[in-house]
C-alpha cells in the first residue's frame, strides 16, 4: 500500500472513530436520562434501553477495532494478518480497513464459529 493511500485511510479512520466516539456519547446520555415514574412507560423505556445499548456495544466494539487499525498503522503492522503474518489483500482493505485478518483466515474462523 502506497504511503499517500495510507495517510488516507488512517484520516478516514480517524473521523470513523471520532463520529462512532460522538454517537457513543449520544446513545449514553439517552441511557442516563431519568426513567419515567408510571412503571408502563418505564417498561417501555426499559426495551428501548436495551436497543440503545446494543447499539452502543456495537459502536464500542467498532472504537476498539478502528484503535486497533490505528496502532497496527504507527507500529508498520498495518495490512498485515494478525493469524498467519501475511499480507492482507488491498481490495479487502479498501472494503474493510480494520481488518486484522487475511480473507483466508477470516472465512477460517467464519467456519470454525458457524459450526455446532
Ligand atoms: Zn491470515
Known amino acids: 500500500m502506497s504511503?499517500?493511500?495510507h495517510?488516507?485511510?488512517?484520516?478516514?479512520l480517524n473521523r470513523k472513530k471520532e463520529e462512532?466516539?460522538?454517537?457513543l456519547t449520544?446513545?449514553?446520555?439517552?441511557l442516563r436520562r431519568g426513567y419515567e415514574a408510571d412503571s408502563k412507560e418505564r417498561a417501555k423505556q426499559l426495551e428501548d434501553n436495551e436497543v440503545v445499548d446494543a447499539?452502543?456495544?456495537e459502536a464500542r466494539t467498532e472504537?476498539?477495532?478502528?484503535?486497533?487499525?490505528?496502532?497496527?498503522m504507527d507500529t508498520g503492522d498495518?495490512?498485515?494478518c494478525i493469524e498467519c503474518g501475511l499480507p492482507i489483500d488491498e481490495a479487502r482493505l479498501e472494503a474493510y480497513p480494520y481488518?486484522?485478518?487475511?480473507?483466508?483466515?477470516?472465512?477460517?474462523?467464519?467456519?470454525r464459529r458457524a459450526r455446532p
Not at 462512532?20 to 454517537?23: G, V
Open 63 to 72: 472504537i476498539v477495532k478502528i484503535s486497533a487499525a490505528l496502532k497496527r
Open 55 to 57: 447499539l452502543g456495544n
Open 20 to 23: 462512532l466516539t460522538l454517537r
Open 7 to 12: 495517510e488516507a485511510l488512517r484520516a478516514e
Open 26 to 30: 449520544k446513545i449514553t446520555a439517552n
Open 78 to 80: 498495518f495490512g498485515i
Open 99 to 111: 481488518a486484522d485478518e487475511c480473507i483466508e483466515c477470516a472465512e477460517f474462523d467464519e467456519r
Open 3 to 5: 504511503a499517500a493511500s
